[in-house]
């Protein structure tokens, strides 16, 4: 009786170490499948970003260069003027009425940028992942 009673001692152990590494593999692969996919949304997250940023600087360069040359042409055609040596955005007559439209503008893009953000972070909690830190 006390051979039956360590056969099936010694075959619980063996099922039950069998069971822990065949949870243990497939815990480890469901991991390393939320790494890697949390990687790709990382990583394309982070090139969402840069072009975003891209994007924004040369709008602000575009604009400033628009501005520049307004400024440039109401001083020239006022028959005053240094020539090119004029400062964007500082005092000129011609760039004041536009800037209530970049300021309308901008926000309208944080706005709409921060819905963007709103829209991940949701996105992210539904799918389990820890939110991203400052």
Known sequence: MQSQESKNILE??????????T????LGAALGDALAEFG???AETRQAIREFQEEVMERAQR?????????????SAAGG???GGSSVGLGGAAAA??????????????AATRAVVQQLKLKQ?????????R
């Open 63 to 75: 604009e400033m260069l628009a501005a520049a040359g307004a400024s440039d042409a109401s001083s």
């Open 40 to 42: 790709k949304w990382d």
């Open 125 to 133: 909690q539904q799918q389990g992942q820890p939110p991203l830190k």
């Open 12 to 21: 619980g152990f063996f099922i039950g170490r069998a069971l822990a590494e």
């Open 97 to 110: 009425p536009d800037l209530p439209a970049l300021v309308d503008e901008l926000r309208a893009e944080v």
């Open 23 to 26: 949870v243990n593999e497939r």
């Open 81 to 83: 003027g240094s020539g």
